[in-house]
């Protein structure tokens, strides 16, 4: 009975905590068209602009495009597969989960889905 009470409460602990924190909260930009891609020659920042409505983390960071930096890892490859993806005329699903730090009026996203 002792160790019901103890993982009751362990959940109960981790229920309290910032839903943030505990799990990553993605939010889906649905099948978007490519309009641009470009990089900063200056910097690593790449970015993609979206055709629709903005796209981000509601409150904080919404816009038509989203960044991210090259030196990411992976963040090469995703600028080959949107390019691919704009090249070829087909669509992708980002998945953003926060606001871009180096221009945090953009969001960025943790992975990318093509069609």
Not at 12 to 25: D, E, H, K, Y
Not at 61 to 69: D, F, G, H, K, L
Request: with cysteine; glycine share 6%; net charge positive.
């Amino acid at each position: 009975m002792k160790i019901k009470k103890i993982i009751l409460s362990l959940f109960i602990s981790i229920l309290s905590l910032s839903p943030a924190t505990v799990f990553a909260i993605d939010y889906p930009t649905g099948l978007r068209t490519i309009t641009r891609v470009g990089c900063h020659i200056n910097s690593n920042i790449c970015f993609a602009n979206l055709a629709g409505d903005f796209v981000g983390v509601p409150s904080q960071c919404e816009a038509t495009s989203v960044r991210w930096e090259t030196t990411n890892p992976n963040g090469k490859e995703m600028l080959s597969m949107i390019m691919a993806a704009y090249v070829a005329g087909k669509k992708i699903d980002f998945m953003i989960d926060s606001c871009f730090g180096p221009q945090p009026t953009f969001p960025t996203f943790r992975y990318a889905i093509t069609e």
